[in-house]
T-cell receptor, first 112, second 117 residues
Framework: DSGVTQTPKHLITATGQRVTLRCSPR?????VYWYQQSLDQGLQFLIQ???????AKGNILERFSAQQFPDLHSELNLSSLELGDSALYFC???????????FGQGTRLTVV | AQKITQTQPGMFVQEKEAVTLDCTYDTSDQSYGLFWYKQPSSGEMIFLIY??????QNATEGRYSLNFQKARKSANLVISASQLGDSAMYFCAMRETSSGGSYIPTFGRGTSLIVHP
């Protein structure tokens, strides 16, 4: 168990809908990363938060947004969902971001 | 440009033998970190080992060791005494500095390892 908790584990929704993925980082970790893993694109970095502030953005679509709350949990919001958004979404956390990041079990999103 | 290259899409090894998974990287940073993660069929990403660019000794964690050759920009993972449970996807990753000064792990495409009994 990495100590990073992601909910829900599985999500099936229809095109055009909006969903929220939740992540609780390891106790004491200030940095949260979101990644998308699909078969054709591999593991793609979406966005990073550090102690409540956005620190870096990767290949995140405008339909996607995220935030980190004062208690350091984070949410990834995906809207106007398309079939191509079906993927495994990971949250990872790290104390400083310098050494290893620990991953949650992922949320498998299926858009139908 | 691809920052992390894993050239072996699939590898096979006999149980109890050692196996090396290749990883090369590209960076102009002086300070960087290299990681290996394991992803079994259940999907979770499991951290295995970390090597900092200034670490003089190769990192080891149990049966895992990282063969770090800085001049060649390679960070190969060596798994000794393979076990059936080692069958999984293995990802090499590099911590690189974003434009905002933050550290972002960037991942290779992975190598699928199958351990035969």
């Amino acid at each position: 168990d990495s100590g990073v908790t992601q909910t829900p584990k599985h999500l099936i929704t229809a095109t055009g809908q909006r969903v929220t993925l939740r992540c609780s980082p390891r106790s004491g970790d200030l940095s949260v990363y979101w990644y998308q893993q699909s078969l054709d694109q591999g593991l793609q970095f979406l966005i990073q938060y550090y102690n409540g502030e956005e620190r870096a953005k990767g290949n995140i679509l405008e339909r996607f947004s995220a935030q980190q709350f004062p208690d350091l949990h984070s949410e990834l919001n995906l809207s106007s969902l398309e079939l191509g958004d079906s993927a495994l979404y990971f949250c990872a956390s790290s104390y400083t971001g310098v050494t290893e990041a620990f991953f949650g079990q992922g949320t498998r999103l299926t858009v139908v | 440009a691809q920052k992390i290259t894993q050239t072996q899409p699939g590898m096979f090894v006999q149980e109890k033998e050692a196996v090396t998974l290749d990883c090369t990287y590209d960076t102009s940073d002086q300070s960087y970190g290299l990681f290996w993660y394991k992803q079994p069929s259940s999907g979770e990403m499991i951290f295995l080992i970390y090597q900092g660019s200034y670490d003089e000794q190769n990192a080891t964690e149990g049966r895992y060791s990282l063969n770090f050759q800085k001049a060649r920009k390679s960070a190969n993972l060596v798994i000794s005494a393979s076990q059936l449970g080692d069958s999984a996807m293995y990802f090499c990753a590099m911590r690189e500095t974003s434009s905002g000064g933050s550290y972002i792990p960037t991942f290779g495409r992975g190598t699928s390892l199958i351990v035969h009994p």
